[in-house]
């Protein structure tokens, strides 16, 4: 079975900091995505990737960035953390192609103070 | 306009009754397209991709109406595990767009 693991399920960080959220994914997919789930809104894509060093906008780009140096792991990172970031955050991955199956990691709720 | 529409619910049935789900979507050159399932709490599932022809997986049946745009999903004989949100996932041009849900709460 494919496993996505993120790093942490609850974080909690103050207004200003600077947030890492890591991703691994053990079955060699070419995919990878960022997003973020709030109440009534669903899942938003932040950032996606479909091969190491490459990275492209999603539809909430703003305020975050992603770094993924090795194929396996896809990094989401806060730059200035905002209050207004304070939500469930979700990485996916799936092999390359029309119908691809995205594979979910149990999700990190993070709290902005 | 949103990109894929859901009712929110939540529909409440008791179990063993017939339940459908209708989800619109705006891009008509839409590819592709999925049912995913979310419990509360837990990570989105895929439940069933939506073929143009119909398809059915026991006792779930997916549509796909490209003329009006919108993918259903019926759900017979419902049991206590079917209590979940159901996400409508439409494949445009690059990327998965996901609905917002539509909670079902499936009673005794």
């Known amino acids: 079975d494919v496993k996505v693991t993120q790093s942490s399920r609850y974080l909690v960080k103050r207004t200003g900091e600077k947030v890492f959220l890591e991703c691994v994914q053990d079955?060699?997919?070419?995919?990878m995505f960022w997003y973020r789930q709030d109440p009534g809104l669903g899942l938003r894509l932040i950032y996606f990737?479909?091969?190491?060093?490459?990275?492209e906008k999603g539809d909430i780009p703003e305020g975050y960035s992603v770094s993924r140096e090795k194929k396996e792991r896809f990094s989401l990172i806060l730059e200035s953390a905002s209050t207004n970031q304070t939500s469930m955050y979700l990485c996916?991955?799936?092999?390359?192609?029309?119908?691809?199956?995205?594979?979910f990691g149990s999700g990190t709720q993070l709290s902005v103070l | 306009r949103k990109e894929v529409e859901q009712d929110p619910g939540p529909f409440n049935v008791p179990e063993g009754a017939t339940v459908a789900f209708n989800c619109t979507y705006s891009n008509s050159a839409s590819q592709s397209f999925f049912w995913y399932r979310q419990d509360c709490r837990k990570e989105p599932k895929l439940l069933m991709s939506?073929?143009?022809s119909g398809n059915e997986d026991g006792r779930f049946t997916a549509q796909l109406n490209r003329a009006s745009q919108y993918i259903s999903l019926l759900i017979r004989d419902s049991k206590l595990s079917d209590s979940a949100t159901y996400l409508c996932v439409v494949k445009g041009f690059q990327k998965l767009v996901f609905g917002t849900g539509t909670r079902l709460l499936v009673s005794p």
């Open positions: 939506v073929y143009s």
């Open positions: 990737s479909y091969d190491v060093k490459m990275k």
């Open positions: 079955m060699d997919h070419e995919n």
């Open positions: 996916a991955s799936s092999l390359r192609g029309p119908n691809e199956k995205l594979f």
